[in-house]
């Protein structure tokens, strides 16, 4: 579908389409298991735990789909599916970007922090671990692809769009991210999950938490030049997540990498433009609504 060419939109109440009303939606899913594990003490590496994480990772996913099919019609639905699936509105550059972006600057934030006297970065548990057993790249490859593809479904595949309608490309992104990031919150206080491993109110912690919304700029960046991909996001927060299980780097290269993917947002709108992140002055968005 040409990137111009967008989905009609059916008749609801304009809190139906309210991306409030996504995000009430799609936290109540979520903290209502994540919660529930912190009542009941449940850790997300027992069987139980893991059901449960799993459970509120579909949140996103879940509000994303039912809010697609309330508030557009038959074509709006088909238009998001083929966001999903169509590889073509992936272009050879962008896939590279796809690939190799948070690893250059994985590697320069290393880099960085060897020339201040650090250790850099080793391999992650993941590498370290796969001679002695395969199957220990199982969890990283859990990480690099179910989270992300349930995330992105209805983060920057349903309610971007509906935040481009009434901010720029970079205020969406920036409401996104705090969204986004504030959502992992009740896993620093379930044990067992990558977060809980970091703390509540470290450093790491930190990092983290900051370092989410400067990430959602980036992939705002990809999504709308890539003709609304949500195939490219899921992708590219793949490989954001499948790098970190990779490479282990120390805390210091950690702060490195935040303040680059910081600068490099930076770099993205003073190049591309606040206002749609593609360096024109519209960004694909869905039309008016239909009216009868």
């Known amino acids: 579908?040409?990137?111009?060419?967008?989905?009609?939109?059916?008749?609801?109440?304009?809190?139906?389409?309210?991306?409030?009303?996504?995000?009430?939606?799609?936290?109540?899913?979520?903290?209502?298991?994540?919660?529930?594990?912190?009542?009941?003490?449940?850790?997300?590496?027992?069987?139980?735990?893991?059901?449960?994480?799993?459970?509120?990772?579909?949140?996103?996913?879940?509000?994303?789909?039912?809010?697609?099919?309330?508030?557009?019609?038959?074509?709006?639905?088909?238009?998001?599916?083929?966001?999903?699936?169509?590889?073509?509105?992936?272009?050879?550059?962008?896939?590279?970007?796809?690939?190799?972006?948070?690893l250059v600057l994985t590697v320069i934030a290393a880099g960085l922090d060897i020339l201040l006297g650090g250790a850099g970065a080793t391999w992650g548990d993941a590498v370290a671990g796969v001679a002695s057993s395969p199957l220990s790249i199982l969890p990283a490859m859990f990480f690099a692809t179910l989270p992300p593809l349930l995330e992105e479904l209805g983060w920057r595949g349903y309610v971007l769009d509906r935040l481009q309608l009434t901010w720029s490309a970079l205020g969406a992104s920036l409401l996104l991210g705090i969204v986004w990031s504030v959502w992992h919150l009740p896993l620093f206080f379930v044990e067992g999950s990558y977060q809980h491993g970091l703390g509540v109110g470290t450093a790491a912690f930190w990092l983290f938490t900051i370092g989410i919304v400067p990430l959602s700029v980036a992939f705002t960046w990809l999504y709308n030049n890539t003709s609304r991909s949500i195939l490219a996001v899921i992708l590219f927060h793949g490989m954001v997540n499948f790098t970190s299980e990779l490479v282990a780097v120390t805390q210091r290269a950690d702060a490195f990498t935040i303040l680059l993917w910081i600068a490099l947002a930076v770099a993205l709108t003073a190049v591309w433009g606040p206002k749609t992140l593609r360096g024109v002055d519209a960004v694909p968005r869905p039309p008016p609504r239909r009216t009868r």
């Open 1 to 102: 579908m040409n990137e111009t060419s967008h989905p009609r939109i059916r008749k609801p109440t304009v809190s139906v389409a309210s991306p409030l009303l996504f995000f009430a939606v799609t936290f109540a899913i979520t903290w209502s298991f994540w919660l529930g594990a912190i009542v009941f003490g449940l850790r997300f590496d027992s069987a139980a735990g893991f059901v449960v994480l799993l459970a509120g990772l579909f949140g996103p996913g879940i509000a994303g789909i039912g809010f697609t099919y309330l508030v557009y019609d038959e074509r709006g639905r088909r238009d998001y599916w083929d966001r999903v699936r169509d590889v073509r509105r992936i272009g050879g550059p962008w896939a590279l970007v796809i690939l190799f972006l948070t």
